[in-house]
């Protein structure tokens, strides 16, 4: 299997020159990482090159490393039945620059790329319908950013009087979105059994 993968890495570097900035073999799984304005020539040679044959659009998502300038890692998994191969490719992008939708060439990513949008606010230009498919049309922000405060921003609720939803602003006892997480006591304005141990008394 590893000679599968090192050989297929080595095609599709060759088949397109360029293109693949890394290649990772690790855990049995290879990794592809592609200049951006290349993804589309990758994974349409992919797709439809007789050595590869990958057929089976499996997903698409990212990762998101708020402290780089491309702070996303846009990642599609790939299946090829002929040679019982997987591949993951990967691009960087940033909150502004579009990465190509892979609805023309596999129309499964459709809902994928959408998901990934909503939720991390990546873009796919020549996406035939890019709206938000898992929270609210209104809703302010993308949750699965790593900045994305984890309260959120409004609570939902059903208000029986206005027989409506109605949003209100999230109102927190404790300031959760600066916890800086150094002990489970902030904000206690006593000693509690222990503490002494964190002062250095022994």
């Given at each position: 299997?590893?000679?599968?993968?090192?050989?297929?890495?080595?095609?599709?570097?060759?088949?397109?020159?360029?293109?693949?900035?890394?290649?990772?073999?690790?855990?049995?799984e290879l990794t592809l990482t592609i200049a951006r304005d290349r993804?589309?020539?990758?994974?349409?040679?992919?797709?439809?090159?007789?050595?590869?044959?990958?057929?089976?659009?499996?997903?698409?998502?990212?990762?998101?490393?708020?402290?780089?300038?491309?702070?996303?890692?846009?990642?599609?998994?790939?299946?090829?039945?002929?040679?019982?191969?997987?591949?993951?490719?990967?691009?960087?992008?940033?909150?502004?620059?579009?990465?190509?939708?892979?609805?023309?060439?596999?129309?499964?990513?459709?809902?994928?790329?959408?998901?990934?949008?909503?939720?991390?606010?990546?873009?796919?230009?020549?996406?035939?319908?890019?709206?938000?498919?898992?929270?609210?049309?209104?809703?302010?922000?993308?949750?699965?950013?790593?900045?994305?405060?984890?309260?959120?921003?409004?609570?939902?609720?059903?208000?029986?009087?206005?027989?409506?939803?109605?949003y209100d602003p999230v109102r927190l006892v404790q300031e959760y979105?600066?916890?800086?997480?150094?002990?489970?006591?902030?904000?206690?304005?006593?000693?509690l059994p222990g503490d002494e141990k964190a002062k250095g008394q022994?």
């Amino acid at each position: 299997m590893l000679a599968q993968l090192n050989d297929l890495a080595a095609k599709i570097t060759a088949a397109q020159p360029g293109a693949i900035i890394e290649t990772n073999l690790a855990y049995g799984e290879l990794t592809l990482t592609i200049a951006r304005d290349r993804w589309l020539d990758v994974v349409k040679t992919l797709r439809d090159g007789p050595d590869f044959l990958f057929v089976n659009f499996i997903d698409v998502t990212a990762a998101d490393y708020p402290e780089r300038e491309q702070r996303f890692d846009v990642v599609a998994h790939l299946l090829s039945p002929k040679h019982n191969l997987r591949v993951r490719l990967k691009t960087l992008t940033d909150e502004e620059t579009p990465v190509a939708s892979l609805t023309a060439l596999y129309p499964a990513a459709d809902w994928y790329e959408r998901e990934t949008y909503d939720l991390f606010g990546v873009t796919f230009s020549g996406h035939p319908d890019l709206r938000r498919i898992m929270t609210d049309y209104g809703f302010d922000g993308h949750p699965l950013r790593k900045d994305f405060p984890m309260t959120g921003f409004v609570e939902v609720r059903y208000d029986d009087e206005q027989k409506r939803v109605v949003y209100d602003p999230v109102r927190l006892v404790q300031e959760y979105r600066q916890f800086d997480f150094l002990s489970p006591w902030e904000g206690v304005q006593y000693d509690l059994p222990g503490d002494e141990k964190a002062k250095g008394q022994h």
